[in-house]
């Protein structure tokens, strides 16, 4: 049987697996649906089989169709590595990556991430910058940090911003606490409460800026530096707090503390790394960058990862 498959069939399989339904993979190959399904039925009639049920959600797949996936995934490694050497070959491998972070939580996946880019660029030299910064994007213009990353935006002269994941903030108590009733938690319900806190600026924490400040509630606070800090005073009833899914998920597995959406819809937030627009052209930035949304899409849960745009050579 002579091969008909094409990297755009592979990717379109890929598509299929990650989103798990026919209309969400055909959003993201930006296909209509009825083009996305010409296209498999003209490879599944090339093969003589179905690849995978369409009555299923997600979709069930033929063991035709899984061992299809697995060649479309292993095609896209081997391009990507293939792709990532001729990089290395051309521009070199020497650099430096100092790394400023905003975040609290974040560790727990940018260890891992740089552990993984240090396999691959061996000789970028990767640092932490240590210590609390009001204005950490002002490293960036300093020159004391090549890539900071931040949970807000602001627009500046020199300065890009590379979305990183979405995520929910959920509202943090007590067992037993007299909001446990909620469905879910609005700005009014935070009033009468101590909230437990970082200690970095209002405009800095999430909840505070995006729904507690804007709707005229100051509640009273107290602030731990560490997450682990937080969940304890928090469990022991001294307050509640707000605080990212994806990190305190262990903690809500085991009953530790009770985790609930904040507003109907929920708050959802984003995390970003900021660098200036010099340095976000450098391959190994944007392979760091890559390696970042890699790491958290395979270990964090319930996050949203962006839509990015293929990079424009110059």
Request: hydrophobic share 40%; net charge positive; glycine share 6%.
């Amino acid at each position: 049987m002579a091969a008909m498959l094409e990297f755009r069939h592979l990717e379109t399989l890929i598509a299929v697996a990650e989103a798990g339904s026919m209309a969400s993979a055909a959003r993201r190959v930006s296909l209509t649906q009825s083009a996305l399904s010409h296209q498999i039925k003209a490879i599944e009639e090339h093969y003589g089989c179905p690849f995978f049920s369409r009555r299923t959600s997600p979709v069930r797949w033929s063991p035709v169709g899984e061992r299809l996936v697995a060649l479309a995934y292993e095609v896209q490694r081997t391009l990507a590595d293939a792709e990532h050497d001729v990089t290395r070959i051309r521009e070199g491998e020497v650099g430096r990556l100092r790394i400023a972070v905003e975040c609290h939580s974040c560790f727990e996946w940018l260890m891992p991430a740089m552990d993984r880019f240090r396999t691959q660029w061996e000789s970028v030299e990767l640092d932490l910058v240590s210590g609390f910064h009001p204005a950490p994007v002002d490293l960036l213009s300093e020159n004391r940090a090549d890539l900071v990353i931040v949970s807000s935006e602001s627009a500046r002269p020199g300065i890009e911003f590379h979305p990183l994941f979405r995520y929910e903030m959920l509202g943090i108590l007590a067992k037993g606490h007299e909001l446990e009733g909620k469905k879910h938690l609005l700005a009014s319900d935070f009033a009468p409460h101590t909230l437990i806190t970082y200690p970095i600026p209002d405009q800095r924490l999430d909840l505070l800026r995006q729904l507690l400040l804007p709707a005229g509630i100051n509640p009273e606070r107290r602030t731990a530096m560490l997450t682990e800090a937080i969940l304890q005073l928090v469990a022991s009833g001294r307050g509640i707090t707000a605080l990212p899914a994806w990190a305190i998920q262990p903690f809500l597995d085991r009953r530790y503390v009770i985790g609930r959406p904040i507003t109907k819809k929920g708050l959802w937030c984003q995390l970003s790394a900021a660098t200036t627009k010099e340095a976000s052209n450098l391959d190994y930035m944007q392979d760091f960058l890559k390696t970042i949304r890699t790491v958290c899409s395979d270990q964090l849960k319930g996050i949203q990862m962006p839509t990015t745009k293929k990079r424009q050579k110059k």
